[in-house]
């Protein structure tokens, strides 16, 4: 074993498994403000600020592997709901507030972190719980 493993920047993607791939686009897209990459019938890319991508898979289309032109894509997938956190500026927690309240999406509860960030925390259609979360989540934000 190496004693340190080489650099990484950053999570470039993630992924939410989804029951229905064009609902879920379009409220990433209204309520979320992300930006649709591509999309086909198994999955949907989604431009995240800061050069983070957002997957959406259908629930159990990527149980088997993908063949590609570039090679084959290991199967993955999840069952129930998870989770995903957007950071956001402490200058727009309040309008986040209110677009949610806009867009008819239910604020599940409001958590002052220990180092002084606050969370906003809500469900997507499929029932992921995502977070808004300010500035003092971690020491790293």
């Known amino acids: 074993?190496?004693?340190?493993?080489?650099?990484?920047?950053?999570?470039?993607?993630?992924?939410?498994?989804?029951?229905?791939?064009?609902?879920?686009?379009?409220?990433?897209?209204?309520?979320?403000?992300?930006?649709?990459?591509?999309?086909?019938?198994?999955?949907?890319?989604?431009?995240?600020?800061?050069?983070?991508?957002?997957?959406?898979?259908?629930?159990?289309?990527?149980l088997h592997p993908i063949e590609t032109e570039g090679g084959v894509i290991p199967p993955h997938g999840a069952d129930g709901p998870t989770h995903l956190c957007f950071a956001i500026p402490v200058s727009q927690r309040e309008a986040w507030v209110a677009h949610l309240a806009a867009c008819g999406v239910a604020l599940e509860s409001r958590v002052r972190q220990s180092f002084g960030g606050t969370s906003l925390y809500f469900r997507d259609p499929d029932g992921h719980s995502l977070e808004a979360a300010t500035p003092g989540l971690w020491l790293t934000y």
Request: overall charge positive; some cysteine.
């Open 1 to 62: 074993m190496t004693a340190r493993p080489p650099r990484i920047t950053h999570v470039l993607e993630t992924a939410l498994y989804v029951a229905d791939l064009d609902r879920s686009r379009r409220f990433y897209e209204t309520v979320i403000g992300l930006e649709t990459l591509g999309q086909d019938q198994r999955m949907c890319a989604l431009a995240v600020p800061g050069g983070t991508v957002l997957l959406l898979f259908r629930s159990g289309a990527s």
